[in-house]
């Protein structure tokens, strides 16, 4: 006799939620944009070593901006995972408005630090593999943040509708290591091009 799934079987006995695969996947994806991030400034050591210059540029003062923005996001974002164990709900939306607000800010803050390197005449395409990187790789983290805005908001869309806190926590805690992982590689960045140049 063949047993066939009923709709009450799915209903009543759902799938168990296992959120260690995706954490796994997410892990992955972290550590392999460090990868990248990581051969992208050594081939800017390797370069300016064998070309005897970096970039040779003062890095325009909105960067410095959008590090601090960024950090004050973090914060948020933190604020958030702690109402969310307190299970304050109001207040975890809150801050992740916020977060999310910051995180545009900060998306904002990189394309003017962009339109100011190029009214200096620093532009993408040049003879200066050094000062192309600076847009290679703050366009590439800009793409990291415009993803780790997705992962803040559908924390958010967890908490307007109410998902099991199981869930919920899982949400927040995806949206978390990639925020923060994205803020940490920011900062180094930011700092490897300032002590670089």
């Known amino acids: 006799m063949v047993h066939t799934l ?6 009543f ?7 260690k695969p995706k954490k796994f996947i997410l892990w992955l994806f972290v550590v392999s944009s460090t990868i990248m991030f ?9 370069f300016a070593a064998s070309k005897g210059k970096g ?18 996001s973090s914060i948020f ?13 109001k207040k975890q939306k809150l801050f992740l408005w916020l977060t999310i607000a910051f995180g545009l800010g900060f998306a904002f803050l990189q394309v003017d630090a962009w339109s100011s390197l ?10 200066n593999a ?23 908001g559908n924390a958010l869309y967890g908490a307007y509708n109410n998902v099991a806190y199981r869930k919920a926590q899982y949400k927040m ?15 180094y960045l930011y700092v490897f091009l300032l002590l670089n140049s």
Request: net charge negative.
């Open 173 to 187: 805690e995806i949206a978390a290591i990639f925020w923060h992982f994205i803020d940490i590689l920011w900062i």
């Open 118 to 127: 190029y009214q200096t005449g620093a532009v993408l395409v040049n003879n």
């Open 13 to 19: 006995n759902p799938t168990p939620f296992d959120p």
């Open 6 to 11: 009923k709709e009450e079987d799915v209903k």
């Open 130 to 152: 050094a000062i192309s990187l600076i847009y290679i790789v703050s366009g590439f983290h800009l793409l990291h943040i415009i993803a780790g805005l997705c992962f803040v």
């Open 55 to 72: 970039h040779g540029l003062v890095l325009p003062d909105v960067f410095l901006y959008s590090t601090i923005v960024l950090l004050i």
């Open 38 to 46: 990581g051969g992208w400034t050594s081939f800017y050591i390797v």
């Open 77 to 89: 974002l933190f604020l958030a995972s702690k109402s969310l164990r307190n299970r304050e709900l």
